[in-house]
C-alpha cells in the first residue's frame, strides 16, 4: 500500500520502516531538513537498537521528504506520529497534529484514511476529522481512525514488529478494513475498539504503567526505613499472576516522552471535565520527589557538594535510547551545578544530547566509565546502561576518592559490595558499608 508517515521522531520513523519492511511503499515526512538529510542517505537520525540496519535493508520501499503536498497528495493511508508534547498548564499541545490536517485537507486528492498515531486528548480524533472535513479542498473521502502506540524507546523496533497489541479505533467498516490491510504481516493481536475507547486506551495504559512504578517506589521508600528489601519484595510480588513482575522495579522515578505528559494531561483532562483522577495525582507526585531521591541521600555524606568532584553515570532517561526527555539526570546535574559540583559524565549515547539541553563549562564529558569516577568525592547512577551493570566494583573503591556510590537504578546486587569498602546506597535496600554518623 502507498503509506505516508507525518512526523520521523522515535515512533514515525520506526513505523515507517517497520511498515517498509512488510512491503509497504512508505514515504517519511518531517518539516526537519536536517533530519532528512540524513535519513535520504539511509541513517538514523535517532538512536533506537536495530532500526538502522532495518531501515539500510528496506531503503527500496521507503522515501524521505520535506514536500508534505506530494506525500499526501495521492497516499492510501496516513499515519499522523508528531509530538503532543505538554503545555504549561499539563494539557497536552495539538499544534503539531492540526498543522498536519490541515495540510492534509489543503492536499490530499484521492479517498485516504488518516491515522492518528500520536497520544492524543480523547475526543481528538472527531475534531480532527471534523477540522479536516471543514477545511477539505479536493473531492475526496477522508476517514479518521485512532490507533495509538505502545512501543517503548530501547525496544521500538521489537514492540512494533511483535506488538503487544494492534488498535484499531473506528466506528465505521472502511477504515478498519485498510488497518486491517495495512497490518496483514504483523503477528500482533488486533482490536478493533470505538475511536473514543483507542485513545483512552494509550491513556489509560500509560498512566496504568506510571503509577505501578510510583507505587514501587513508595514502597522501596518504606523498605528502606523498615529494613526490608524491595528487591526481595517485588520478588515475592511478582509471582502472583494479577500483579506481574514486569515494571515492578524501585527507581528514582520515571521519565521519558511518554509518562510525564501522559499522566499530566489525563489529569487535566479529568479536572477539565469536572472530575478527579486521583491515583494519577498521586502518581506524578511521587515520582517528583522520586528524582530527587539521590540527592537527598547524598545529604547524608556531604552537606553541600561545593567544589566535590560528582561522577554521574548514565544521563538518558533510561538504557537503549540517547533520549533525555524528562530524564531525572536534567534536574539533578543542574542541582549540582548550582551548589559548586565538579561534574564529569559518562553515558554510551546521550551526552551530545545533554550538552545541549544543559550547557555549562563546568561538566567534564568521559569517554570511560573509570575516568568519570576518578578522583570523585561520590558517584551518582541515573541510568541502568549494561555497561554500568557490569562494572568491576572493586574500581569504585581504587579509583573514587571517596567510594560512595548512589546507584538510583539498582544496578547490582549487595552482595557485590560486601567487603569492598565501597559505600553502597541503592533504593529501598539497605546501605552497604555505611560510613558511621
Ligand atoms: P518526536 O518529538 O520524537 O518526533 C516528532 C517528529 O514530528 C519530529 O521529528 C518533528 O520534526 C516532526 N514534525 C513536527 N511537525 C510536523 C509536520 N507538520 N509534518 C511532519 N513532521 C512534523 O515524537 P515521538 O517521541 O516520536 O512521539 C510522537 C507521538 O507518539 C507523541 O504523541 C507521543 O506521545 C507518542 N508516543 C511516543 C512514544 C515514545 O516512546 N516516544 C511511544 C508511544 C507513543
Redesign the pocket.
Known amino acids: 500500500m502507498k503509506i505516508t508517515v ?9 513505523t515507517g520502516v517497520c511498515l517498509a519492511s512488510k512491503g509497504h511503499q512508505v514515504t517519511c ?4 531538513e536536517e ?1 532528512v538529510k540524513v535519513m535520504q542517505k539511509g541513517k538514523s ?2 538512536y533506537e537498537p536495530g532500526l538502522s540496519e532495518l531501515m539500510q535493508e528496506y531503503m527500496g520501499n521507503l522515501t524521505f521528504t ?1 514536500d ?1 503536498a506530494n506525500a499526501y497528495k495521492d497516499a492510501e493511508v496516513i499515519f499522523i ?5 505538554e503545555k504549561s498548564d499539563g494539557s ?1 499541545n495539538l499544534s ?2 492540526y ?2 490536517a490541515k ?1 492534509i485537507a489543503q492536499t490530499a486528492e484521492k479517498d485516504c484514511v488518516v491515522v492518528l ?4 486528548p480523547i475526543g481528538t480524533n472527531d475534531k480532527i476529522e471534523q477540522y479536516i472535513h471543514d477545511k477539505q479542498v479536493h473531492k475526496c473521502k477522508i476517514y479518521v481512525a485512532s490507533n ?6 530501547g525496544t ?1 523496533v521489537r514492540d512494533t514488529l511483535y506488538a503487544s497489541r494492534i488498535v484499531i479505533g473506528t466506528d465505521e467498516e472502511y477504515p478498519a478494513e485498510v488497518l486491517v490491510r495495512v497490518y496483514e504481516k504483523f503477528d500482533a493481536p488486533k482490536l478493533k475498539v470505538g475511536r473514543r475507547s483507542a485513545e483512552m486506551i ?1 491513556y489509560a495504559s ?1 498512566d496504568f504503567l506510571a503509577l505501578k512504578i510510583s507505587y514501587v517506589n513508595e514502597i522501596a521508600n518504606l523498605c528502606e526505613t523498615v529494613g526490608a528489601d524491595v528487591e526481595e519484595v517485588t520478588l515475592g510480588m511478582g509471582y502472583d499472576k494479577r500483579i506481574g513482575d514486569y515494571f515492578l522495579h524501585a527507581g528514582i522515578g520515571y521519565g ?3 509518562f510525564p ?2 499522566t499530566k494531561a489525563l489529569s487535566w483532562l479529568a479536572s477539565f471535565n469536572d472530575k478527579e483522577i486521583r491515583t494519577v495525582k498521586a502518581a506524578i507526585e511521587v515520582n517528583d520527589n522520586q528524582k530527587l531521591k539521590l540527592i537527598k541521600k547524598a545529604k547524608k555524606y556531604y552537606e553541600d557538594f561545593l567544589f566535590l568532584n560528582v561522577a554521574v553515570l548514565g544521563c538518558t532517561f533510561k538504557p537503549g535510547t540517547d ?1 533525555l ?1 524528562e530524564a531525572p539526570s536534567l534536574i539533578n546535574v543542574p542541582l549540582l551545578l548550582e551548589d559548586g559540583a565538579h561534574v564529569r559524565i559518562w553515558d554510551p549515547v546521550g551526552t551530545e544530547n545533554f550538552k545541549k539541553q544543559v550547557p555549562s563549562e563546568k561538566i567534564q564529558y568521559c569517554q570511560s566509565i573509570e575516568d568519570t569516577i576518578r578522583g570523585a568525592d561520590i558517584c551518582l547512577i541515573f541510568t541502568e546502561w549494561e555497561e554500568i551493570c557490569n562494572f568491576d566494583v572493586n574500581k569504585y573503591k581504587q579509583l573514587m576518592k571517596h567510594p560512595i556510590v548512589l546507584d538510583g537504578r539498582n544496578c547490582y546486587t549487595l552482595d557485590q559490595f560486601e567487603g569492598t569498602g565501597v559505600t553502597y546506597s541503592s533504593i529501598g535496600r539497605k546501605t552497604v558499608n555505611d560510613i558511621e554518623e
Open positions: 507525518a512526523g520521523t521522531g522515535y515512533v514515525g520513523l520506526v515526512l518531517d518539516v526537519d533530519k537520525p535517532i520535506t508534505y506520529g508528531v509530538g503532543t508534547p497536552a503539531y497534529v498543522q498536519v495540510q498515531k500520536s497520544t492524543v495509538p502506540e505502545f512501543l517503548a524507546q521500538a494509550k500509560n521519558g516522552s511518554c505528559k501522559d533520549d526527555r
